[in-house]
């Protein structure tokens, strides 16, 4: 297989987990609320998933908990921020760590485990196509619901008043609040969405793209999808684009290890990190008018 | 009256914490009335008006719509009943359309209501685009979007909070006739202000509210504007006669075709502005907030430093690069529109505020504080402009508008400045105090201060300034002589009539 075979056949797949994780960041920060717990409640929606499948064998069972146990953390977010008026940075940041620390705990008998992944489908007429066909076009089920999912998301935020009333929550709560929409109510289903997505992304990444458990697998990833929400401006299409850029730039990291480029492999692992961090400074000097 | 009050309230009473902000209210509104709520910031009105439309609920007391007792527990009962809003800060959502506003409160086809809109528009003189973003509108056609969104509701009740004082004069008449075709459709209004001359212009009763209690129940017009401020603070308007300016002296503040970019997406860009400000002088800015007033301060106070040095004079010397202590050194002092946050620190005591600006003055040896001399100076402040609070150990943000206002005015006065910038000195400041406020400014150009001033009350300006400019847009209009122009013409200037 070439680099670039490579590269088209698992750059969705390597996107998948920072696109569903920053979809839902997106909307909890479309409604005014930050939460930085990504990473935890990605891990531990990896951990429950890795654990439900390897006993069941059904990646159905894996996700369903993998979402629900991330909705739970989020949701104790959700009630020390709402609730208890606690410091969203602190509450997200605490959240975040609890996630970790019990994906490590529940994942500690399972470490270097394998499980079997999601077959990739073969699509009558469409994997015929020579070099995308085979590649591009032949990916999981997964793979194909985030894409119908993502278009969904765009058309529920843009052009429903659902999305509408989102907006203005986030924009100006106590205007919401005034003409007589419960914003708390609001949030705590943007939060509860968001919590659920980074536990499908968590579940995708340790029983799909990479079928096995390892500590510290999600390795950042939640970070990542929480600039690429501010990379993306808070625009599904954007987010989705940064996702996808993201997801090739770690492949091609791999290939280009494959390939014996000069450089020591911690360089080229450190470079998604160094984009991102390039992409915020720009970003942000755009915003206040410098460049 | 055979027939009951659409709404009344009895014996109605709110406290929060340790203030009795309603005792025992009673207030009867009458369809096709207009009913004025008259008041000192401070009164009780805005308390009144929550409890009305739902958003807080009385501690005791009843409150009864067509003669029967209702209990509103959230805004959507009221909107049930039949009560619209007109709140004195928008509750408009900026980056959405008119119309995508509108559907957030009321159900239907986004074509269907554009065309409501629009009907609506006609028929009360409240045009309006439909599909304009709302961070596009000026500030009356957004409260015209406002107006809108109510009377979408079929209300029978239109409470309007403060509505013309954000407002230039041309759009408060246009104002005046849509609420009178509304009367005329047989609604009952709720106005709530504190300016005289208009309540006696527009409304037929007003309860005067002082101290969270109902004063007095008159027919406006037939009082004069002196004997409703003597109702609504309890004692003689004060007068603020003061003698005549003498001629200014030399140039203290000069602004040389001053542009500045917009800073964020709702910003204002400043276009060329132009200003010389002399010693002995008060200037005044007049404009809605909004048209590059925050943009402007910030340029001149040194929080932005500007593109070129030149393009700020402060006492001959080029100071656009400089920060704002620098800009202090040279005899500059600010007295910034956002009390809390920038004029005071709201978590620290007023000794500590003081501090902040006022350290050269003695209030510091070898890096560390002064204590004595910070309450001193402190103490000084707090005596010599009758700030009412219980000491310099008192919170900042404990306080209210007015004190806290006069203290920091206080506080900028003291450092004997050559040069001064207030932005908006009586916002939210009751009349005695804001009278007071206007003195004290008047008083510092006898001394040969020069100072310039950001308002949106144009009363106020003509009141105190010898020259008037408007900003509009981020376009500053030329040099009005204050005794030669009238509101009018700065009216016109405020909605970019004339430039």
Redesign the interface.
């Known amino acids: 297989m070439s680099g670039l075979e490579f590269l088209l056949a698992g750059t969705l797949a390597a996107s998948l987990p920072l696109l569903l994780a920053a979809l839902g960041e997106m909307v909890v920060e479309k409604t005014g609320l930050l939460n930085l717990g990504l990473e935890g409640m990605m891990a531990i929606g990896a951990a429950i998933a890795f654990i439900c499948v390897y006993h069941t064998g059904s990646h159905v069972v894996g996700f369903l908990a993998a979402a629900l146990v991330s909705t739970v953390i989020a949701m104790l977010f959700a009630f020390l921020v709402i609730g208890a008026r606690a410091n969203e940075v602190a509450a997200g940041l605490a959240i975040g760590v609890l996630g970790l620390g019990l994906s490590a705990l529940f994942g500690k008998t399972y470490e270097s485990l394998t499980i079997k992944g999601l077959p990739k489908i073969d699509i009558p007429v469409l994997s015929d196509i020579p070099v995308i066909g085979p590649t591009l076009l032949t990916q999981d089920i997964v793979v194909w619901l985030a894409i119908a999912g993502t278009v969904a998301l765009w058309w529920v935020l843009n052009r429903t008043?659902l999305g509408?009333?989102i907006?203005?929550v986030g924009?100006?709560a106590?205007?919401?609040r005034?003409?007589?929409?419960p914003v708390m109510m609001i949030r705590l289903v943007a939060v509860a969405f968001g919590g659920a997505m980074c536990g499908i992304a968590g579940a995708y990444a340790s029983t799909v793209y990479t079928p096995l458990w390892a500590d510290g697998m999600i390795a950042g990833r939640g970070w990542i999808a929480l600039a690429l929400v501010v990379f993306g401006t808070w625009q599904t299409g954007r987010v989705a684009f940064g996702a996808l850029l993201f997801g090739i730039l770690s492949l091609g990291e791999l290939t280009a290890q494959a390939m014996g480029v000069g450089l020591p492999s911690q360089v080229l692992s450190s470079l998604p990190y160094l984009v991102t961090i390039l992409m915020l400074v720009v970003i942000s000097r755009r915003?206040?008018?410098l460049i | 009256m055979s027939q009951p009050a659409l709404l009344r309230l009895s014996k109605v009473s709110k406290r929060y914490g340790t203030v009795q902000a309603n005792h025992h209210i009673d207030l009867e509104v009458h369809s096709g009335s207009i009913h004025a709520v008259l008041g000192e910031n401070g009164a009780g009105k805005s308390t009144l008006m929550k409890l009305i439309y739902g958003?807080e609920q009385p501690d005791s007391g009843h409150i009864y719509w067509n003669g029967q007792e209702v209990h509103l527990a959230?805004?959507?009962d009221a909107?049930a009943l039949g009560i619209g809003?007109v709140?004195q800060h928008?509750?408009?959502?900026?980056?959405?359309s008119v119309v995508?506003n509108v559907?957030?409160?009321i159900p239907g086809k986004p074509a269907e209501l554009a065309q409501k809109i629009t009907g609506l528009g006609d028929q009360f003189g409240l045009s309006v685009d439909p599909h304009a973003m709302v961070h596009r509108l000026s500030v009356g056609e957004r409260q015209r979007v406002e107006i809108i969104r109510c009377l979408l509701l079929n209300p029978k009740l239109l409470i309007l909070d403060e509505p013309t004082s954000v407002l230039p004069p041309q759009s408060v008449r246009r104002l005046f006739e849509t609420l009178r075709k509304l009367q005329a459709e047989g609604m009952a209004i709720l106005f709530i202000s504190h300016k005289l001359d208009e309540i006696r212009e527009l409304c037929d009763t007003a309860s005067v509210l002082r101290g969270g209690e109902v004063t007095g129940r008159v027919d406006p017009r037939e009082h004069d504007a002196r004997s409703l401020a003597q109702l609504m603070i309890g004692r003689e308007m004060p007068n603020v006669a003061h003698a005549a300016p003498r001629p200014p002296g030399e140039e203290r503040l000069r602004l040389n075709a001053l542009s500045h970019?917009?800073?964020?997406r709702f910003g204002t860009a400043l276009d060329g502005i132009d200003l010389k400000l002399r010693s002995g002088e008060i200037i005044g800015i007049a404009g809605i907030s909004g048209n590059g007033q925050q943009e402007l301060a910030a340029l001149i106070s040194g929080e932005t430093r500007a593109h070129e040095p030149g393009m700020i004079e402060i006492m001959g010397k080029k100071v656009g690069h400089l920060g704002p202590m620098a800009r202090r050194k040279l005899g500059f002092a600010f007295v910034p529109e956002e009390r809390l946050g920038r004029g005071a620190v709201p978590e620290m005591s007023l000794a500590d505020n003081s501090l902040l600006t006022a350290h050269s003055r003695n209030m510091l040896s070898r890096g560390f504080i002064k204590r004595a001399a910070e309450r001193a100076f402190t103490r000084e402040c707090i005596q010599a402009f009758d700030v009412r609070t219980p000491g310099p150990d008192a919170e900042a943000g404990a306080m209210s508008g007015g004190n806290l206002q006069k203290f920091i005015l206080g506080r900028e006065i003291m450092l004997n400045p050559d040069v001064m910038l207030v932005s908006q000195p009586t916002w939210g400041v009751d009349i005695g105090a804001a009278t007071a406020i206007r003195r004290r400014l008047l008083d510092m150009r006898d001394q040969g201060c020069a100072i310039l001033v950001f308002s949106e009350e144009m009363d106020e300006l003509f009141e105190i300034c010898s020259k008037l400019h408007v900003l509009h847009k981020g376009h500053l209009s030329p040099a009005l002589d204050a005794a030669e122009t009238t509101p009018q013409e700065i009216g016109r200037y405020m909605i970019g009539a004339e430039t």
């Open positions: 008043k509408l009333i907006a203005a924009e100006n106590d205007a919401a005034s003409i007589g929409y915003r206040s008018g | 958003v959230r805004p959507s909107q809003m709140f928008f509750s408009l959502f900026e980056t959405l995508q559907s957030l409160m970019p917009r800073a964020s």
